[in-house]
């Protein structure tokens, strides 16, 4: 294995790492693909946290300062229509970690809350590096890739096919130390951040809600099965 061979793999494949892990094994013929700011699995620089994933990526495409990721960072994760009050503590929560960097999926609601009141932010796309997705979060995107760093690894144009979101969440759990759960639903890309989080062992902190809180069932139902539950001396007031 090479590193030109991976890279052109990932550009054939879009990415797809059971089509990328295909063409390993199968030792395809290929052609050398030129593609700048790009890392793959064999490279010194290559965030080591990532390697203790299963099905750890096997090229990344980034925009940014690759340094962010030699730094301790925490996830903020949750609903794309969140409540007032999760957006609320989320933007206390974010003030009150400004000392880490902050890493969530640049998507609409908690995760554009999350990147917007950070300091130092990492995004995590679930299309090609340069697809901009969702569209609404245009000025956002373009803010974290000049003064933060975002990583894919979907290369140029890949869409944002559904199964991307649930495979991208793996890194988001990956490079943090803490997963930190604003509002979440029994089926959501949310949880599948928070099963990966506790196959890797890492920690989950969820954000208590009102007991007759509709919005906020799954959320105390994690505290009562055993997450810890976000306190105030974690938040900025």
Do not use: I, M, Q, S
């Given at each position: 294995m090479n590193r030109e061979k991976l890279i052109a793999y990932s550009f054939y494949y879009g990415g797809e790492y059971g089509r990328i892990e295909k063409a390993i094994a199968d030792d395809e013929p290929y052609k050398d693909v030129k593609i700048e700011n790009v890392l793959t699995i064999l490279d010194d620089d290559y965030p080591e946290k990532l390697r203790d994933l299963e099905r750890a990526p096997y090229v990344l495409y980034?925009?940014?300062?690759l340094s962010l990721l030699e730094k301790e960072a925490i996830a903020i994760v949750g609903s794309r229509?969140?409540?007032e009050?999760?957006?609320?503590a989320t933007a206390a929560l974010v003030k009150g970690n400004n000392d880490k960097v902050i890493i969530s999926g640049l998507a609409k609601g908690i995760d554009a809350c999350a990147h917007e009141n950070a300091s130092e932010t990492i995004g995590i796309l679930g299309c090609g590096i340069d697809y901009i997705y969702p569209f609404c979060n245009?000025?956002?995107i373009?803010?974290?890739?000049k003064q933060g760093l975002i990583l894919s690894e979907y290369p140029g144009m890949s869409k944002p096919y559904a199964y991307h979101f649930p495979f991208r969440n793996r890194i988001i759990a990956a490079l943090s130390e803490r997963v930190y759960v604003m509002q979440s639903a029994k089926k959501s890309g949310t949880m599948t951040t928070v099963n990966e989080a506790l196959h890797l062992g890492k920690a989950v902190s969820v954000l208590p809600y009102d007991l007759f809180a509709e919005e906020g069932r799954q959320n105390n139902l994690l505290i009562y099965e055993g997450a810890d539950p976000i306190t105030i001396e974690e938040i900025a007031i």
């Open positions: 980034y925009k940014g300062d229509n969140p409540c009050y999760a957006l609320k245009y000025d956002l373009r803010r974290v890739e």
